[in-house]
């Protein structure tokens, strides 16, 4: 039951250049979208999240944006950079903000540099 | 910044022995969680407690598993008798919120990575 998918397991995008992550979601409950960052041997670290009532949040080089009738959301990085390269995982969670969160198998993102 | 610290960072058991992880989550948080990533796999939700007792589990939190907040600092997850499908990373998280009007962010640890032989 894939509630979050991330379609794309890798990612290869030039230093400088823009890179999108993409996500889909079946769960027309889910309130809140957050976007998590992993290194290798640590735990997930958050990015960047967005309302269902909004379309578009930015924070520095991460926008994330939502579509809800299609129930797609992205994360845009703007440069890119190397230290960027790791795997990012979508994750929802719904209405009251302390449920748990359903997460995406995630993306590996590498910046050629 | 304050973190959520877990140990131990890798353990190896036998099947069928009993294993216990341990996290020490944000001092001031109130909702803990458990999580784990079988290798390749996504990040899957185990089990949340808030108020000493345990608000939702998956259909993976069966009674092999247990949780403990037995001080009122660590947050503990056992395992009674070990499988080789529990081999997985586990992680810690915890947050602050008792529930608002946005998405509370839920702070990790670095994770246990157990190796059942």
């Known amino acids: 039951d894939q509630q979050v998918k991330q379609n794309s397991p890798s990612l290869s995008v030039q230093e400088g250049r823009i890179s999108i992550l993409n996500c889909d979601y079946t769960n027309s409950m889910f309130d809140y979208f957050l976007w998590y960052k992993k290194y290798p041997a640590e735990g997930p670290t958050f990015l960047i999240s967005?309302?269902?009532?909004?379309d578009k949040n930015e924070d520095g080089r991460f926008t994330v944006f939502l579509n809800k009738s299609a129930k797609h959301l992205s994360l845009h990085i703007v440069p890119s950079q190397p230290g960027d390269s790791a795997v990012y995982f979508c994750?929802?969670?719904?209405?009251?903000?302390?449920?748990?969160?359903?997460f995406g198998t995630g993306t590996r993102l590498t910046i050629i540099p | 910044e304050p973190e959520v610290t877990q140990t131990p960072s890798h353990q190896v058991t036998q099947m069928g022995q009993e294993v216990i992880l341990r996290c020490v989550p944000i001092?001031?948080?109130?909702?803990f969680y458990w999580y784990r990533q079988i290798l390749g796999q996504k990040v899957e939700f185990l089990v949340s407690f808030y108020n000493n007792e345990i608000s939702e589990k998956s259909e993976i939190f069966d009674d092999q598993f247990s949780v403990e907040r037995p001080d009122g600092s660590n947050f503990t997850l056992k395992i009674r008798s070990t499988k080789l499908e529990d081999s997985a990373m586990y992680f810690c998280?915890?947050?602050?919120?008792?529930?608002?009007?946005?998405?509370?962010?839920?702070?990790f640890g670095a994770g246990s990575r157990l190796t059942v032989l």
């Open positions: 994750a929802a969670m719904g209405v009251f903000g302390n449920e748990k969160l359903t």
């Open positions: 998280a915890s947050t602050t919120s008792e529930g608002s009007s946005g998405a509370n962010v839920l702070t």
């Open positions: 001092s001031n948080h109130l909702y």
């Open positions: 967005i309302s269902s009532i909004k």
